[in-house]
């Protein structure tokens, strides 16, 4: 089909010029190129076509620049809002801390085999492992002793278990420290970045990770936090008695080193 005149100039039309795709014939010419392009109604451009008479193309503008710029600024704005939200709740869980302000550092607890102390299990004294217990009052910090294959810990006096027993085990022990405190004198920051051990349900209380020489012994067992009246480390006699002591070391995350 050959082309034998293309109407130079550009046309507009509203929705009410237009016929069926073909022009009425009040319509107006469309004086300026630049509102051409940033108008939001329909441009219609009249191509006359031999033996087909004259047909109208609609063609649908761009949006106008100042809505892009709207569009631009909103999602930048969404933007900052959703990122200032996020650094919020970053510092939040980064500040977060245990009710006696201890960070929870890297570590885990393996399930206790006799006869497999797992490569990365943290001795509590030489040849000795930190452990705990589970009972009907929670999870119990333990003494682990590989040569008999037990874990012994303090609940009413001596307890020792055989199995439901595990051990405490990081890739980091080089961040873990012992620090000697005495929970009879009168401040609470001695808790700091105290290592979580255990929960024991009866006080509604977080155990902490103690250890000390006793009796020539050294043994690890439950601290009880400042402020509760039963606060310290919780050992037991050779005679299988309960022993409540105010000065003892805690195991702590080294601040130095995260």
């Known amino acids: 089909m050959e082309i034998n005149s293309v109407v130079e100039n550009t046309w507009k039309f509203n929705n009410k010029d237009l016929n069926n795709g073909f022009l009425k014939n009040d319509s107006k010419i469309q004086e300026s190129v630049d509102s051409l392009l940033t108008n ?15 047909q109208t ?26 990122s200032s939200i996020s650094l919020v709740m970053l510092i939040n869980a980064s500040a977060k801390c245990n009710k006696n302000g201890g960070a929870q550092p890297d570590f885990y607890w ?15 004294c ?13 999870d119990l910090v333990a003494t682990i002793y590989p040569n008999s294959n037990t874990a012994v810990t303090e609940e009413g006096g001596l307890q020792e278990y055989s199995n439901q027993a595990r051990i405490f085990c990081t890739p980091t022990p080089e961040k873990f420290e012992w620090k000697k405190i005495n929970v009879a004198l009168p401040y609470e920051d001695q808790m700091t ?18 250890k000390v020489i006793h009796e020539g012994r050294c043994k690890t067992g439950k601290i009880i936090p400042m402020p509760h009246a039963l606060k310290g480390l919780w050992i037991w006699n050779t005679d299988g008695t ?7 070391y805690i195991l702590k995350y080294n601040a130095t080193t995260y």
Not at 67 to 74: K, Q
Not at 242 to 248: G, K, N, P
């Open 193 to 210: 970045h105290a290592v979580k051990g255990g929960f024991q349900s009866n006080l509604n209380e977080n155990l902490f990770i103690g």
């Open 40 to 54: 939001s109604t329909p441009v219609a451009t009249v191509v006359q076509v031999s033996g087909s008479g004259t």
């Open 242 to 248: 309960s022993l409540r002591l105010d000065e003892f």
């Open 126 to 138: 030489l040849g000795r492992y930190i452990g705990q217990v589970h009972n009907p009052k929670g």
């Open 57 to 82: 193309v609609v063609h649908h503008p761009r949006k106008s620049r100042s809505a892009r710029e709207r569009l631009l600024l909103g999602v930048v704005f969404i933007l900052i809002m959703v």
């Open 110 to 124: 393996r399930d206790f085999v006799p006869g497999d102390i797992p490569n990365d299990a943290m001795e509590g």
